[in-house]
């Protein structure tokens, strides 16, 4: 069993900064299997969606509309991520979980961080 808990969300103007923050935690086994790992956001009466991804080879993927923006990390030996997110406009308002993928198959998320970027 793998916890995320995720940090860092709050209220910013538009063109402002946030760092989220993703924290695991569970046995080193079921850490030590987690593969990729990944921020989706969702707002209000939307679809969850991908917003960045970074595998457990340090692949990197990000949605066509955070490009530029938005930068995600991760710290291998603690299975931890983060997101770097810059230039921040209304429309990235949202409930932005973390996720990850154990080598088993199973997917773990996170509680969500609320993110609102005022006009």
Known sequence: ????????????????????????????????????????RQSPGMERELVARVTRYGTITYADSVKGRF????????????????????????IYYCNAVHYTGNSYWGQGTQVTVSS
Do not use: H
């Open 1 to 40: 069993q793998v916890q995320l808990v995720e940090s860092g969300g709050g209220l910013v103007q538009a063109g402002g900064s946030l760092k989220l923050s993703c924290v695991s935690a569970g046995s080193s086994s079921d850490t030590n299997g987690i593969g990729a790992m990944a921020w989706y």
């Open 71 to 94: 930068a995600i990390s991760r710290d291998f030996q603690r299975s931890d991520i983060y997101l770097e997110m810059n230039a921040l406009e209304p429309k990235d308002t949202a």
